[in-house]
């Protein structure tokens, strides 16, 4: 059995074309019913092209317009989180200057506030910076300022990085 055939490719092409077996040259035909190595491209490529047919006729893609509608809601969703953040970043910012302004106005007009400011300044004088820390108040307060310090930053980093 010859492993292939001059005529091969041109049963091919018209098999792959949609010509096989009605539009093509008599004589291919003639030579395809007597030739295996033609006969075998020809069922092969009818199967093939069958099978390509039926799954073409199987897929159902999307319709453009909904496809079209779906990538622009997809990027007004993603138009709104970009807006949103820059947003959430300024109110945390807010409430945190606003917190800080309550508490310096409390601070300012508060007899207690001032009193223990004052007893604390005296304090500081006296002992030191150290001093002062290694007391039970200084501690209170070193802690409490850290405190702010670190959960502010944090509080405002997780709004951002929120998604
Ligand atoms: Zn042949």
Do not use: N
């Amino acid at each position: 059995m010859p492993s292939d055939c001059c005529f091969e490719a041109e049963v091919l092409a018209a098999v792959v074309e949609c010509r096989w077996p009605e539009r093509v040259d008599p004589e291919l035909r003639q030579h395809a019913g007597a030739c295996a190595v033609c006969a075998e491209v020809a069922l092969l490529a009818t199967e093939l092209r069958a099978d390509r047919d039926r799954l073409r006729a199987e897929a159902a893609p999307p319709e453009s317009a909904r496809v079209w509608w779906m990538a622009q809601m997809r990027a007004r969703r993603e138009a709104e989180k970009a807006a949103a953040r820059p947003i959430t970043a300024a109110q945390v910012l807010g409430t945190a200057a606003a917190a800080w302004f309550a508490g310096a106005c409390y601070g300012a007009t508060s007899e207690w506030f001032r009193a223990e400011f004052t007893q604390i300044s005296g304090t500081v004088q006296t002992l030191g910076v150290a001093g002062f820390l290694a007391s039970g108040t200084g501690l209170l307060l070193a802690i409490g300022t850290i405190s702010i310090l670190v959960l502010v930053p944090t509080a405002v980093w997780l709004a951002v990085a929120k998604d």
